[in-house]
Structures are given as C-alpha cells and as structure tokens.
C-alpha cells in the first residue's frame, strides 16, 4: 500500500512539474515577446519621427519632385533607415512615392485598409516566415502620409536567446521538481507508514489494558486454523485450546464502586493472564469482562491444567484505592479441532461451557458436545417467547395441597407447562430460567396470575371455593405495577383475594429483603396469601422469618425424601414446625410421595402436604372432575 502511495504521489508531483514548467515557459515568452515588441516599436516610431522631419525639411526646401529622381536626395534620406527595412513609401499632395518596396507586404489588408483610410496604425504581422512591424502615419495638416515596414530581426533574436534560456530553466526547474516530489514522497509515506501502524495497532488492541483485542483474534485465527494445521494436530496428538474467561459478578463492582475501579481489576487480571507460564499462550481482552487465552501445543492434561491455573490466578485478592477485592472467574474451555474448526464455533463452545461453569460454580468447564445440544434448544426456546406468549402456548396445571391427616383438598398450586408445537409438553425445569433471564418475565407472570385467577373464577362459577398458589420470579418484585395488577384482576373477575396466594422461593426472597418485605406487606393489606416455597435450601438465616409477614412455608422436597430414614432430616423439620407453630404459620410438605412420609410428617405436626401421593399436576379439566369427586 505504501509502494502504491509513493508511486501516486511522485506521478502527481511530476505531472504537477510538467505543467508548471509549461506554464512557466509559456507565461515567459509571452512576456518576453511584449517586451520586445514594446522596444522593437518604441525603437522603430523614433527612426519614423526622425524621417518625418527630414521629409517635411525636404518639402520646405521645394525638392519633393527630386525625392524619387535624385539619387543624391534619396539616399541621404534612405541613409536615416536601418537595414531592416524593407519599405517606405511617402504619399505627398497625391503624389506616391516608394523610395523602398516589396511585394511581400504590398497585398496586406491591414496595411492597405490604413493605408486607404488615411488613419494612423501600426502592427505586427507575418510575411513568409518573417515577422514585420508596419507604422503608418498620416498627418493631415501636412497633407502628409508615410508607411515604413521593416523586418523584426532583432526581436527574434532576443526571443530566441529568452527561450533558450527558458528552456534550460524550466529543465532545472523540472528535475529540481522530480526530486522534490521523490523527498516528498518518501518523506509522506513514511509518515503514513507510522501512521498505519499505529492505526493498526488500535484497532487490533484494547486500550485499557494494552492486550489485542477482538479483530486481532479474528484476524489471527484467520491465518492460523486451516487444514495444515488440523493435519498437523491429529498427527502428534495435540490440542489448540480457547479459554473463555469471564469475571463472576464484576457488574456488581462497577455499579458499587465506579468504572474507574473496575478498569483498575480489569488491568490487574490482564497482567496476571500474561503471566501464565505456557509459552505459546496469548491473551486477548475479548470484550467488557471477558477475556480469551489462546494456547496451543497442548495434550489434554496441561489444557486442564492451565484452566485450574487460570481460576487459581484470578482468584488472588486484588488491591485498588486501599479496598481488596476477592474476584472470581468463570472459564469455558474449547479445543481445535475437535470442538470446532472455524474461530465462532470454537468461541461459541467455549461461551455455553462458560455459562455451565457459572451456573454450576464449577470454576472452569470442558465443552462436551451434549452441552450444545442442550444450548442450543434453550436458544431457540428463547427465540420463541413472544409467539409463545402470543399463541397462548403456556398453559397451568394444578397440584392439589392436602391437609393432614385427613387428606381433604384445601388447595392447589398452580404449575405452568408449555404446550410446544414441535416438542411437546415441556416441564417448567426447561424454560423457566430462560423467561427470567428475559424481557418477557413481567409479562409471563401476569399472563400465569390472569389464567389462575380467571380458573378460580371459573370454579366459583361451579360452586368450587378453592385457593390457587401462583409462583412469581424475584424479578416481579421490582415491577413497580404487580400489585396493582393484582388487585385489578381481582376485581375485574370479582374473585376474594383470600383465593390467591403468591409463592416466592427463599433464597430468591432474600435477595433484597427490604424490598420483598415491602411488596409482600402491601399484597397483605390486598389479602392475598403468602408463602416462601423450598424454605430450607436458601442460605438466609431462620431469624427472616419475622421480618416477612407469610401465612405459609413450604418444607422442600430436599427434606422429605429420607425423613422415614434420616434423623438428621427428621430433626430439622421437627424445629422448623415448631418455629412454625410459634409464630402462626403454617407449614407445607413438598414432594411428598410415600405413605410412610406422610405418616412421618403427620406424626410430627406438618400441617399440609403436596406430592405425588395425593396427585400429579394435573390439566384444569381433569382437577376440576378430582375436586367435584372428592367433594362427593
């Protein structure tokens, strides 16, 4: 690119030379012929005047008749006359008198226009090859008219000596151009070369931390993965792996302590990543939090190895303006060839391995191809939320609630599925974290509170009272409207609030304590229920329990499975009834799927119980025929 600019640029400068000179050169003689022309005149009206005096002597004198038959008295006036003239006539009283004449000048129309005119003029005009000055001159009161022309030689010898000099300027004046426009040439392009570089260097590195970035890596791996490679990898039994390295909860940090704070960790853990003692490593700020360590030449243990060390690494406290920060990273691992053969496929398997590391807490994760499998339908399951939500495909199932020990139906929770056009009916463990982790989250549970409460009303209709547990996401909580769509509906459909209970699990309920408290004490004063589902598996301290205002808990299944067997279980749901009792709540029994567990749970004062022993989540159709059996 540099060699095509310096050619342009030299071409441009010598073209620019060319037509300079040319210029130069044309703008030169044109001048230097003026200026001869203005002296040839000048020198010529003189020599004119004089021979004007001396006519106008010789009239006085009475020898005009002699002037063209006296050779003494012409000669004497050719004698005023240069060589280069070459005519001079006189015309006198209509007497013509040529003392000097050629036949070259004599058809002149310009001459003989003046000439017929009896009006002054002169010119310069060309007559077979010459050039000639013309000067008429009529003076009226004399009665006395004189036409000299007389040839330009001198003229031409100072525009030939002016041209001549010219041209070896204008030659100077050229080169002298050509190696100005080399210097210049050389002189920008080196200038761009720099420039180049340094535009390169930009756009292929992070400025933050110095580190190539993005289109370095693509750029890199455009060069790097091709059949040779492939070829050579299978051949000695080697692996290129691509680490996908994101940091845990770094949003936190720079919405707590600035951005300014989060460079500094960026910067911090870009230094440590170049320190990794692999050799053929490279490190890339891929984007935001995320990070790449290309490596290549490894077997499979030191590609583990170097995933361990990179948690390891990260994981060192990090100092910035005298605060310490334990961060964490999250690393998805990928290996060329057998992950993939194009950059994308490799970066894409190394990001769904990444997400199974921090959903998982793994620290780093291999991928395996049944990770994509599965990534890619939870892709395309979130690509078809709207329509979902549009069609009308997510549809509620109810499990009945129980009270013990006399198993009477006091309730049921409503379960959602979604009712897919290609794959069936699919349970809430395929989807749910997907909505949550969507825009639609807020319009998915007011579409699952409309369908429960329009199918309480429905049963009211049909002489069945019976309260509907709805679960809602902790993300509702901030939704600055649920409770008011709540009440709405409520009224709108003309069913008791008392009918409703709104189920948030507790780990998700302790999330923001303050701001669940304040939604869940503004859904009491509506009169719904309220309860926390899975209690027990959250980390939250049992002492929450009285800063939330619920009428139920819900034991999790976790408990219940080996409490028959387990006295370790059996002892934590016996404090927790008994915590419940104390404080007027009462507690539910998930999961419960054996006689011998309900026994149990009877025996140590559970209040309720939901599970499979009693029913499976069932279609509003098939509940609605259960609850109308069991009221007979």
Known sequence: MSSALRKRVLYSSIGLAIVVSAIFINVALNLSRDLGESLELEHSTKVLSQL??????????????????????????????????????????????????????????????????????????????????????????????????????????????????????????????????????????????????????????????????????????????????????????????????????FKDINDTMGHLVGDEILKAISIRLCNLKEKNSQVIRYGGDEFVVWCDNLDETKATSLAENIVTLCRQPIEVNNYVFETSVSVGVSYYPRSGIQLDDLLRNADISMYQAKKHRLGFQVFQQELFTRSEFRINLRGQLNSALEQSQFVLYYQPKVQLPSNNIIGVEALVRWLHPLEGLLGPNMFIDIIEQSMFVHEFTRYVLMQAIIQCRTWLDNGIELSIAVNISPYNLMDPDLVSYISDLLIHYKVPAALIEIELTENASMVNIDKTQEIFTQLKKLGVKLSIDDFGTGMSSLAYIKHLDVDYIKIDRLFINDVVTDKRDEAVISSLLVLCQKLNILTIAEGVETIEQANKLINLGCDLAQGYLYSKPLPAEEMTKLLSNSKE
């Open 52 to 249: 004007t005096k001396h006519v106008k002597s010789v009239i006085h004198d009475g020898k005009i008749n002699e002037l063209a038959l006296d050779v003494n008295v012409k000669d004497e006036l050719i004698g005023l006359l240069g060589r280069d003239v070459i005519g001079l006539e006189i015309w006198f009283n209509k007497k013509h008198i040529k003392l000097k004449s050629s036949p070259s000048y004599a058809l002149n129309k310009l001459i003989n226009n003046a000439v017929n005119a009896h009006k002054s003029n002169f010119d310069f005009i060309e007559i077979d090859d010459d050039r000639v000055l013309w000067i008429y001159e009529n003076s009226p009161i004399d009665n006395l008219s004189i036409l000299m022309v007389n040839k330009t030689y001198a003229l031409d010898k100072a525009t030939t000596y002016v041209s001549n000099r010219l041209v070896i300027t204008a030659f100077l004046t050229f080169w002298l151009a050509v190696w100005g426009a080399l210097f210049i040439s050389a002189l920008i392009t080196k200038r761009f070369e720099q420039s180049n570089k340094k535009l390169k260097y930009l756009a292929t590195h992070d400025i933050l931390t110095g580190l190539p970035n993005r289109a370095y890596l693509y750029e890199y791996a455009q060069l790097y993965l091709n059949a040779e490679n492939i070829k050579k990898h299978q051949e000695v039994n080697t692996l290129l792996a691509v680490y996908l390295i994101d940091l845990d909860k």
